[in-house]
């Protein structure tokens, strides 16, 4: 018998450009409210218009820009409203992700969320913020990765990339990032050992905090 093979797809331009366009976006390369053109993106990646119009389309699907009736497009503005409901997602879906990272993370993968929150701390001592910024969103990738579920994983990412501009405004402040090292510390120790009722705990007190805070 012939063993047959399913073929190997590369992935598709638009992806490659999305994904070059969110991290950007996290990167806080783009201001909030500011338009983005294709002509623009299709120089600063390289590439032709159509893949930057299709991954600017899908971007607009997934919130990250906004689409004008005239389809033009630019980065997403966020409100006290969209905050606040930001927050509200956050507390439901954050404590549970810290939960299954627990439950679900392999021993490699715990040390490797233990040797980021040491880079983070690093990063906070060391100064710069845009260092620190980064640190805290590799951090914040692995427990999602950790978590064994890949939808509760994508929900999550996505109030991450939510409130980006937010977070980037606070960790404008020693003393916001000083509190993210805290949290995340005892965070990461929970995890580690595999506690998840006090992971889910400290990462709701942690949601809770910052929505006071706001």
Same mark, same amino acid.
């Given at each position: 018998?012939?063993?047959?093979?399913?073929?190997?797809?590369?992935?598709?331009?638009?992806?490659? $450009?999305?994904?070059?366009?969110?991290?950007?976006?996290?990167?806080?390369? %783009? /201001?909030?409210?500011?338009?983005?053109?294709?002509?623009?993106?299709?120089?600063?990646?390289?590439?032709?218009?159509?893949? $930057?119009?299709?991954?600017?389309?899908?971007?607009?699907?997934?919130?990250?820009?906004?689409?004008?009736?005239?389809?033009?497009?630019?980065?997403?503005?966020?409100?006290?409203?969209?905050?606040?409901? =930001?927050?509200?997602?956050?507390?439901?879906?954050?404590?549970?992700?810290?939960?299954?990272?627990?439950?679900?993370?392999?021993?490699?993968?715990?040390?490797?969320?233990?040797?980021?929150?040491?880079?983070?701390?690093?990063?906070?001592?060391?100064?710069? !913020?845009?260092? %620190?910024?980064?640190?805290?969103?590799?951090?914040?990738?692995?427990?999602? !990765? !950790?978590?064994?579920?890949?939808?509760?994983?994508?929900?999550?990412?996505?109030?991450?990339?939510?409130?980006?501009? /937010?977070?980037?405004?606070? %960790?404008?402040?020693?003393?916001?990032?000083?509190?993210?090292?805290?949290?995340?510390?005892? =965070?990461?120790?929970?995890? $580690?050992?595999?506690?998840?009722?006090?992971?889910?705990?400290?990462?709701?007190?942690? $949601?809770?905090?910052?929505?006071?805070?706001?």
């Amino acid at each position: 018998m012939t063993e047959t093979r399913a073929a190997v797809m590369p992935e598709r331009l638009r992806d490659q $450009v999305y994904r070059l366009i969110r991290d950007d976006l996290r990167a806080g390369v %783009f /201001e909030p409210g500011q338009r983005v053109v294709e002509g623009d993106l299709a120089g600063r990646y390289r590439v032709s218009r159509t893949p $930057v119009r299709e991954a600017l389309m899908k971007l607009a699907q997934d919130g990250l820009v906004i689409e004008s009736q005239d389809r033009r497009y630019s980065v997403r503005a966020d409100t006290e409203e969209t905050c606040a409901e =930001l927050h509200q997602v956050r507390r439901l879906l954050d404590p549970l992700l810290a939960r299954q990272a627990a439950l679900a993370g392999s021993i490699p993968q715990k040390r490797a969320l233990a040797r980021l929150q040491a880079k983070q701390r690093a990063a906070h001592v060391a100064g710069p !913020m845009e260092d %620190f910024v980064s640190a805290n969103a590799r951090f914040r990738e692995q427990v999602r !990765m !950790m978590c064994g579920n890949s939808f509760l994983a994508k929900c999550c990412a996505f109030a991450d990339d939510g409130s980006q501009w /937010e977070r980037r405004n606070a %960790f404008a402040r020693p003393d916001y990032r000083a509190l993210e090292v805290e949290f995340d510390e005892r =965070l990461t120790a929970a995890i $580690v050992n595999s506690e998840a009722d006090r992971a889910e705990a400290i990462m709701r007190d942690y $949601v809770d905090r910052i929505r006071a805070a706001h």
